[in-house]
């Protein structure tokens, strides 16, 4: 018999920190409001919990816009509340997982202002740059995913650099090797600390086409053309044989939304050393002919396709994986599941939440409760889209508005 890792017997407890719990009257959820409810969280029976960034960020995207990757934001507290929590955590035998934002920083990180002074500054490599086109708008046709050009020109010179996500989002180089020497010291930084594994936000797009291939299509996501690239192996086992220094049983989880179980099986496998589990967002197969093709489907509701639900498990649940796959129903990508896909109504509420973890937990596999979701909590409600705090509900609000979309008939919050 191998050696057992720990997270095979993982149960795992989601916590966005700032919508959690708020200790100081900001509004904001905080470490120590954390830290207040830790006996609450180990009596669910968890023993695992992953915490989404609470690491300096320009808080555009909540935290995924990195400035700093070692520094705790002081909109949580400070870092000896961080170190605390991580003490805490492992005086009751329990297990802390980070997320860390591998593909891209905040424009506001240091890396990326010294890359804005020029070719020939030594940071200016930490990110993808290319010279425009003649007569052409960008270097070519891809999209972000928060809307506009995936391109944006320098201010101060003649080229422009890559944003798959979004304009104050440049994405990192990860083909340049002092980065990725840079990556894999912040993940030692913390497993020193004492973190026992990271979730690799969006890694399935750190491998970008150098070759700036065309889309085909209209509409032209540059994240089409730049997922789950042939380098991906190499620049993880790199990383993988560089923390090993700081911690033999880390847990790499990554987040793949469009994998399906074919590809999430290569990902995980051992003998490829690049992460040990997947997340993806191919468990919840929609009735998309239920939906209004107007505006852009993924904050529609829809029922669930569960012909196709069962089939997608299935294939999960046939994976050689040991501990078996990610099991979860939703996560701070995603509306409320009760909402989504059961009944939010005081009168089945209960019986949906009970169901929906029975259906879902009582498989093969490790399961990630999102904060809320064991007392069956859901969506809150928004009188005026205007309030909502999320740049891709935003994109989506003003181009179905300009559809005729009306935000009271089934946007998903």
């Not at 809307?147 to 440049?170: C, D, I, T, V």
């Amino acid at each position: 018999m191998g050696h057992r890792k720990w997270w095979e017997d993982a149960i795992i407890y989601q916590i966005y920190p700032r919508s959690f719990r708020d200790t100081d009257g900001d509004g904001i959820g905080d470490i120590n409001g954390i830290l207040e409810k830790l006996d609450y969280i180990e009596s669910l029976g968890v023993n695992t919990v992953w915490i989404n960034p609470m690491i300096l960020s320009n808080q555009e995207d909540n935290g995924y816009d990195v400035i700093s990757y070692t520094e705790v934001d002081p909109l949580f507290g400070s870092e000896a509340d961080g170190e605390r929590l991580i003490r805490a955590l492992k005086d009751r035998g329990m297990r802390i997982i980070f997320d860390f934002p591998l593909n891209h920083t905040s424009d506001q990180h240091p890396w990326f202002q010294e890359a804005l002074k020029g070719p020939k500054n030594p940071y200016r490599d930490y990110y993808v740059w290319t010279d425009g086109k003649d007569n052409r708008p960008y270097p070519n046709n891809w999209t972000a995913a928060f809307g506009g050009s995936a391109w944006s020109r320098e201010l101060n010179g003649n080229q422009y650099y890559l944003h798959l996500f979004k304009q104050s989002m440049p994405d990192v180089n990860w083909d340049h090797p002092p980065l990725r020497k840079e990556m894999a010291e912040v993940l030692k930084y913390w497993i020193e600390k004492g973190i026992d594994g990271f979730r690799l936000d969006a890694f399935i797009y750190i491998d970008v086409d150098k070759d700036l291939t065309e889309h085909p299509e209209e509409t032209s996501p540059g994240q089409d053309l730049n997922e789950n690239g042939g380098n991906i192996p190499y620049y993880l086992s790199e990383m993988n044989e560089s923390i090993k220094e700081a911690g033999e049983d880390v847990l790499l989880v990554g987040e793949a939304t469009s994998v399906d179980a074919e590809l999430a099986q290569w990902y995980t496998d051992p003998e490829n050393n690049m992460v040990d589990k997947i997340i993806t967002m191919q468990y919840f197969p929609e009735k998309e002919d239920e939906k209004d093709d107007a505006v852009p489907g993924d904050k529609q509701h829809a029922p669930l396709d569960l012909k196709a639900f069962k089939e997608v498990q299935k294939a999960f649940q046939a994976q050689e994986d040991k501990g078996g796959p990610v099991l979860f129903w939703t996560n701070h990508d995603m509306p409320r599941s009760l909402h989504k896909f059961a009944s939010a109504d005081s009168e089945f509420r209960d019986n949906a939440a009970k169901m929906m973890a029975a259906l879902l937990y009582l498989q093969k596999g490790i399961p990630i409760i999102y904060n809320g979701e064991e007392i069956g909590m859901k969506n809150t409600a928004f009188d005026d889209p205007g309030n909502i705090p999320d740049a891709g509900v935003m994109d989506f609000y003003q181009e179905a508005s300009k559809a005729g979309w009306d935000h009271k008939k089934s946007c998903v919050i």
